[in-house]
């Protein structure tokens, strides 16, 4: 007797209409993704700053090993350390360096805290809502869009040696005719001070806006809840603002910093034009610049341009490391 096997049951139609299932290949992983993007993006800026950075100051680097005269038909020689040598032992090269990069720290010593205080203070002043409020931010940012060759040229009708001189004018008249002429920018000792207050004049705007906007962040209620504790406004300052804009007073001291070391156009535009006294507010950009088209010596210009960058970078990695151990504390 054979057995009857039962046949095979024939697949449904939904089992003959599904597809066979297709392999996905794996995709890449979102980290690298953003990663590619980011690149992308920033390929303008930052071959921007290859093209007009980089490039530059690897070129100076190899041009302080060399004997380049502008405008000499001899052909430049090789000097290796010469250079650098001779801005620090010999006493031509050397006196006037070490002078102009002091003068540099004094215009940042002076420059940094008291623009960056003045600002703050303007910041919170104009943080207020008033009626023409922006009318009163616009003017004190007007300086900042002004070259600094115009500012200097303003400045020096201000600062004119002759009673014609619009603060020599004012303080005739003020002290009812007792104040003679006054060489402000001839003096050695307010030759600098001329200088850091036009270049305060001129910046402090544009430290302003960056710090206006960072007390713009700060809540509302954090100032309600101050008040209702009886908060005083110095203890509002201390305790609600200062930390509310922490970051960004670091990065307009940082940035400050960095500005100030390249001081050059308002004592280049003075010297030249306005009888400014030269050695008392030389800076290490003003050397740079009159040793390679004054002297013609553009291998030691290249020198004190590497040095002075090398000075500047440690200086901020230093500040950095202090700023960074404050907010750890």
């Known amino acids: ?50 093209a007009f950075v980089g490039v530059p100051f690897v070129y100076a680097v190899v041009l302080s090993f060399y004997n380049v005269r502008l405008g000499s038909p001899l052909a430049p020689t090789f000097f290796g350390l010469e250079q650098y040598r001779r801005l620090f032992t010999d006493p031509d090269m050397s006196g006037p360096f070490l002078r102009a990069l002091l003068n540099n720290l004094t215009f940042a010593v002076v420059v940094v805290p008291v623009q960056t ?73 307010t030759a600098m001070a001329s200088i850091i207050v036009l270049s305060i004049w001129q ?15 700060i809540p509302g209620e954090l100032y309600e809840a101050a008040e209702l504790d009886r908060a005083s406004l110095w203890q509002q300052f201390r305790h609600v603002t200062l930390p509310g804009i922490r970051g960004t007073l670091v990065f307009v001291v940082m940035l400050t910093s960095l500005l100030s070391f390249r001081v050059f156009d ?21 050397q740079a610049v009159t040793t390679a088209f004054d002297q013609n010596n553009i291998g030691q210009a290249s020198a004190i341009t590497v040095v002075f960058f090398l000075i500047v970078v440690a200086l901020t990695l230093i500040q950095r490391r202090a700023v960074r151990t404050g907010n750890e504390d």
């Open 117 to 189: 205080g003045l600002a703050l203070a303007l910041a919170i002043l104009l943080n207020r809502k008033l009626k023409a409020i922006g009318v009163f931010r616009s003017l004190f940012f007007l300086p900042v869009v002004f070259p600094m060759a115009l500012v200097a040229v303003i400045w020096r009708l201000i600062l004119a040696r002759s009673g014609d001189g619009l603060l020599n004018s004012a303080l005739h008249v003020v002290s009812f005719g007792n104040w003679g002429a006054f060489d402000w920018l001839g003096d050695g000792f």
């Open 203 to 217: 910046g402090v705007g544009f430290q302003m806006v960056i710090l206006l906007a960072g007390l713009q962040q």
């Open 266 to 286: 308002q004592v280049y535009v003075l010297v030249k034009g306005g009888g400014l006294d030269e050695e008392a507010t030389r800076t290490v950009m003003y």
């Open 1 to 50: 007797m054979k057995t009857v096997e039962p046949a095979a049951a024939a697949p449904s139609g939904r089992d003959q209409s599904r597809p066979a299932a297709r392999t996905r290949s794996p995709r890449p992983p979102r980290r690298n993704r953003d990663w590619v993007h980011g690149l992308l993006m920033s390929a303008p800026a930052l071959t921007g700053l290859i």
